[in-house]
């Protein structure tokens, strides 16, 4: 049997049950975005660990490298984000085609460099050696946080508003931007940007886990349709979501009406936009609006909202039910 | 410039300054086997990381499937041992060509779970994913220590005793025998198992962490010739090494003898034997000693002392003052 039969989840489906019996109390085991571990009396540790490969997860033609030493660091931070936490430090393993360039490694690193410095989070150690063919860069980030404070994709209830903390879809926008070698001018390029350099929304995931009425959260790294039903799942709990409602940039609906492309297809179903996908008591939602856009300057999205049932996703447009068969970015598709 | 003009620790050098202003007290950064990172009153904690990439660190080809799985883990659990410390958890980012067998995968994960099991390490996440062609397995493990009481390379003082913790080139020795495509019988194949299945020493590192006057410690990775000059260049120490004095397996001396293999530059220029090297206070190698063989039924072995100097080891043999060229295993060479 060949793996892109079963799949990543698949794989892991396969294997984690026999190491269930080497946790010990207090330990987080496979599942959520990041690990928790027991630190000290107030605190809890986060591990999370993000692995991209060349060709797969970036192409070196369309990516300059600064850009992918930033975005490597980012994908993590949004995971230590998406619990609520606070990142520590990162540790980064890279493994370097023979023949490649010192100055393309320079700027990588300054790129890494700079969102570190953005976020204030040191390197703190790695592993650097030899690939025959391919980059690959593995970062590995250390979060923290508050002991009881962090929110798992379980804690979703029924009645639970399900929300989003930014536009969705840019970022798989800008991706069939650089696949179909379309200009990177004006609209087009803020898509590509939104995907070269996603931003870890930390402040926005350190106020929610304050806020007392939000339950699950995560970020989302391979589109809501697929994200939403790790929540769904976890928590034993559906979901209805409204496409008319997904907050879309005008920049996406000017490229997608252009283009022909389906918004909410990109929205629901296009990943890589690193925005926090969280459910909220529905009574508190107003509250929490209010202290979001104060802080912020922006407001978060209700897409939905979380219902008692199987674990999986009713949609509509405009009233409408209607189907939806395109998941979100399958690894092994 | 090309990337291998200037090797690996040429490459850490070129981007480490700039991260030195985002750490923190506390912190102990790149440059050891393990970041330090504070994690209570009682305890630090310990990160490492490796990356093994296929026809770079292992052979699909040499290495079956389960060894594979065991030696990503061992060859990280040898890091956290080599500072004294006691794994908490590890972490798994593997990229998987498509084409992959998914029983390939389940022995891979069952060695896994083999030394996870033998060092009571559960697995707590890490990144399933991808690769175009070349399997590519990254292990991060967090570890703890008492404060303070973990070995560091730059501790190594003027008159300590450098010692090993067991047999030298026995991995080298098979490493050779694999890629000569030798028969694997007897000795042959003693010294293709301690290639493929190195075990970490973490008991003995425990022990030695706790001994006064043990200084420096560090693991046995790259060969004693190249691991030995990073603690004498984090120490401001020099060496003296018998080359005569160098533990070897009556198994690597018999198939060094029939091969024609120089022993002695396998015992100190050959790679991940995984054994320990550190250094003790003159006074208390007897105690240590009785110490280390009452609790392992082996004994330790002296190689040579540290001195006042430039960072440089000097070699000798039977006495007399010998050249040494060739350097421990290099990553870009």
């Keep these: 049997m060949k793996l892109k039969e079963i799949g990543e989840f698949g794989f892991i489906d396969r294997f984690s049950p026999s190491f269930q019996e080497l946790l010990t109390k207090n330990l987080t085991g496979i599942g959520d975005d990041c690990a928790i571990l027991p630190m000290n009396d107030q605190e809890d540790l986060l591990v999370t660990t993000d692995l991209l490969m060349e060709d797969v997860h970036f192409l070196r033609s369309a990516i300059t490298p600064g850009q992918l030493g930033y975005k490597s660091v980012a994908v993590n931070l949004s995971d230590i984000a998406s619990m609520g936490g606070t990142p520590i430090?990162?540790?980064?393993?890279?493994?370097?085609?023979?023949?490649?360039?010192?100055?393309?490694?320079?700027?990588?690193?300054?790129?890494?460099?700079?969102?570190?410095?953005?976020?204030?989070?040191?390197?703190?150690?790695?592993?650097?050696?030899?690939?025959?063919?391919?980059?690959?860069?593995?970062?590995?980030?250390?979060?923290?946080?508050?002991?009881?404070?962090?929110?798992?994709?379980?804690?979703?209830?029924?009645?639970?508003?399900?929300?989003?903390?930014?536009?969705?879809?840019?970022?798989?926008?800008?991706?069939?931007?650089?696949?179909?070698?379309?200009?990177?001018?004006?609209?087009?390029?803020?898509?590509?940007?939104?995907?070269?350099?996603?931003?870890?929304?930390?402040?926005?995931?350190?106020?929610?886990?304050?806020?007392?009425?939000?339950?699950?959260?995560?970020d989302i790294s391979d589109g809501i349709a697929s994200d939403l039903k790790h929540i769904l799942k976890a928590s034993g709990k559906a979901a209805r979501v409204k496409l008319d409602q997904l907050p879309v940039s005008d920049e996406l609906k000017r490229v997608c009406q252009s283009q022909g492309w389906k918004v909410d297809e990109l929205a629901s179903g296009g990943g890589e936009d690193y925005e926090l996908l969280f459910t909220v008591a529905a009574d508190r939602v107003e509250a929490l609006q209010k202290a979001f856009t104060n802080q912020f300057g922006k407001s978060f999205t209700v897409i939905g909202q979380i219902e008692a049932g199987e674990p999986q996703i009713h949609w509509s447009r405009n009233g409408n039910a209607v189907e939806f068969s395109k998941g979100g970015f399958n690894h092994f598709g």
Tied chains: 1, 2.
């Design 89 to 218: 430090g990162t540790f980064l393993s890279i493994a370097i085609p023979p023949d490649m360039d010192v100055e393309y490694l320079d700027e990588l690193m300054a790129g890494y460099h700079a969102i570190s410095q953005k976020y204030q989070v040191p390197l703190l150690g790695g592993d650097t050696t030899k690939s025959v063919k391919h980059l690959a860069i593995n970062v590995c980030v250390l979060g923290k946080i508050e002991k009881g404070k962090a929110r798992l994709r379980s804690m979703a209830q029924a009645g639970d508003a399900i929300c989003v903390s930014g536009p969705l879809g840019d970022s798989a926008g800008g991706l069939k931007v650089v696949l179909n070698d379309l200009a990177q001018v004006d609209d087009y390029s803020y898509l590509v940007e939104r995907h070269h350099l996603p931003e870890p929304r930390i402040a926005e995931g350190n106020l929610l886990k304050e806020f007392g009425g939000v339950h699950a959260m995560m």
